[in-house]
């Protein structure tokens, strides 16, 4: 005989296109699964945000140390800094954003003298986050504008503890 499930007239595994009860989820458990997503995601996006923001810090870092060290090879053939910016580039090698393209850039650089000195004795690179040349949608309110100069002295315009390692 064959073996009848309880729901239906029908035989066990012919049901005919109908779900049996008990199957599936109810509207209330759907929603309960959303909330819980919705909470993980709440918690997780500001770490991961952050994440992002240190990790493009990072790119303007080394853009200074790598413009940095381009600057202290120039001033051995030449017994002089550069200056360079967007508007004014320098020599060959001297570029102004600190990722692979301008586009694609966290940070916009530019080297000037040092305050109250001569570009010959001492120049200062900076690194400005999220200006219109390079993404504008990139921030970095904790440490801002990053500068570094031929002195090694570093520093930044936010209050961030962590600006610079």
Do not use: K
């Not at 240190?54 to 600057?71: C, K, N, P, W, Y």
């Not at 202290?72 to 053939?77: M, Q, T």
């Not at 020599?91 to 000037?112: C, I, Q, R, T, V």
Request: proline share 5%; net charge positive.
């Amino acid at each position: 005989m064959p073996v009848r499930n309880r729901d239906t007239a029908e035989p066990a595994g012919r049901l005919g296109g109908r779900m049996p009860r008990g199957a599936g989820f109810t509207l209330i458990e759907a929603l309960i699964v959303l909330a819980i997503v919705g909470i993980l995601g709440a918690l997780a996006y500001p770490t991961y945000a952050g994440y992002i923001v240190r990790t493009r810090r990072s790119e303007g870092m080394v853009a200074l140390i790598d413009a940095m060290q381009r600057q202290e090879r120039y001033r051995l053939r030449h017994n002089s800094y550069v200056p360079f910016s967007a508007e004014a580039s320098g020599p060959e090698g001297f570029a102004w954003w600190s990722g692979a393209n301008a586009a694609a850039s966290a940070y916009e650089l530019d080297a000037y003298a040092c305050s109250g000195r001569d570009i010959a004795e001492c120049v200062e690179i900076r690194a400005r986050p999220g200006t219109a040349r390079v993404d504008a949608r990139f921030r970095d309110p904790e440490c801002g504008t990053l500068t570094l100069d031929s002195t090694g002295r570093q520093g930044a315009e936010g209050a961030g503890a962590r600006c610079w390692p």
